[in-house]
């Protein structure tokens, strides 16, 4: 009975740093792309030549490789949060699925 008390004030605890993560995340956004969504507002930045990562596609990578590496933390939870709300974010472009670099 004592485990499963512990177990779920840890989860609590995981979920406040998530919700830390999506609220670091909202005031990057504000502040480095706002909150009007701008269509190809920023077209010098690239990681490569051949194709446009988009910051939704970043996050989603960056999400899948710390669900299969990393073991759950509050500092997993806090990224995670980030990530999530970054994600979510790139998902509202109109030119998501857009890969050409113009």
Do not use: Q, V
Not at 44 to 70: C, G
């Amino acid at each position: 009975m004592n485990n499963i008390f512990l177990k779920n004030k840890y989860n609590k605890k995981l979920i406040k740093y998530f919700l830390y993560g999506i609220i670091f995340a909202i005031i990057y956004i504000y502040t480095f792309f706002g909150f009007k969504i701008i269509e190809k507002s920023n077209t010098n930045y690239h990681l490569n030549f051949f194709i446009h990562w988009h910051h939704w596609m970043i996050s989603l990578i960056l999400i899948i490789i710390i669900y299969f590496y990393l073991k759950p933390t509050k500092y997993t939870s806090l990224i995670n949060g980030f990530l999530y709300t970054l994600l979510i974010h790139g998902l509202l472009y109109n030119d998501r699925f857009d890969f050409k670099i113009y």
